[in-house]
């Protein structure tokens, strides 16, 4: 598997750095198959390899208790809350995956059938999304020009539904004057 040219398959050939953990390449060497065999050479070529030194410290207990795999800790310390630095994170961890599906922005990259799959977006991001689109509005944070465009759609719903009660009131009158002759 050619994971730097499936890369830009799934990811449309984006700019990115690609970063991983000392402790991910440790674990890729212990690991048979072919698979993390390529994983861990694509880790030792391509991307810049993060030492321990450069991994935030838990700021809870309850991050590090999430599971007791040293790798996923430093997974989950490395994107912290709502994932600030945009990491994109490629895990065959089924326990890590669903730990980060809670976790807003961070998109989940696996292989199945020697295919790479980027996962759809998870609820919690779509939370995410929906509730910084409502602070827009109640924040006041959204341009005059945003709000003008959304007064001027809500008030064409509110004519369009205008005239289409009329036009369903107006069948009913046509329908019920047949009915009575």
Request: aromatic share 4%; with cysteine; charged share 35%.
């Amino acid at each position: 598997i050619n994971i730097r040219e499936r890369l830009d398959i799934v990811l449309q050939n984006e700019k990115m750095d690609f970063y991983t953990t000392r402790s991910i390449i440790d674990e890729l060497r212990s690991l048979p198959g072919e698979v993390f065999k390529s994983a861990r050479q694509f880790g030792l070529d391509e991307c810049t390899i993060l030492e321990k030194d450069d991994i935030p410290s838990s700021s809870s207990s309850s991050e590090s208790a999430a599971t007791s795999n040293i790798v996923s800790n430093e997974i989950i310390r490395l994107i912290s809350s709502q994932n600030d630095s945009h990491y994109l994170v490629a895990t065959q961890d089924d326990q890590l995956s669903s730990i980060l599906r809670d976790t807003p922005n961070v998109p989940l990259l696996r292989i199945g059938q020697n295919v790479l799959i980027l996962e759809a977006v998870s609820a919690a991001t779509r939370r995410w999304a929906s509730r910084k689109e409502t602070s827009k509005l109640l924040d006041d944070a959204i341009t005059s020009d945003e709000r003008a465009f959304a007064t001027a759609l809500r008030k064409r719903k509110r004519k369009n539904d205008q005239e289409e009660e009329r036009r369903e009131k107006e069948r009913r009158e046509r329908e019920m004057g047949r009915g009575g002759r």
